[in-house]
């Protein structure tokens, strides 16, 4: 089992930044493949970047430009850089974590409200 622990979402102004945090405990082996997804009211969960052990990433279009992820393998943390935010990035934040960089891992984190005003 792995459990992730999200911190840093809130409501910041259009054009402000964000930086969340993942950490991960437990079966860290299973943590390979670290990613972001997203999913806004009505609509389903989307990839917003994904990162592996190695450091290996992959944005999705939206974001591209203004996010970026990264980890520290020692604290077995992932963390997101949000920059430029848009009124359109509003959404709950959610760690995943698995061994596959084509397909969401089996461990998701709690979620992390990121209201961005315009």
């Known amino acids: 089992q792995v459990q992730l622990v999200e911190s840093g979402g809130g409501l910041v102004q259009a054009g402000g930044s964000l930086r969340l945090s993942c950490a991960a405990s437990g079966n860290i082996e299973s943590t390979n493949v670290m990613a972001w997804y997203r999913q806004a009211p009505g609509n389903k969960r989307d990839l917003v970047a994904v990162i592996s052990r190695v450091g290996w990433s992959r944005y999705a279009d939206s974001v591209k430009g203004r996010f970026t992820i990264s980890r520290d393998n020692a604290k077995n943390t992932v963390y997101l850089q949000m920059n430029s935010l848009k009124a359109e990035d509003t959404a709950v934040y959610y760690c995943?974590?698995?061994?596959?960089?084509?397909?969401?891992?089996?461990?998701w984190g709690q979620g992390t409200q990121v209201t961005v005003s315009s």
């Open positions: 995943n974590a698995g061994l596959n960089p084509v397909v969401a891992g089996n461990y």
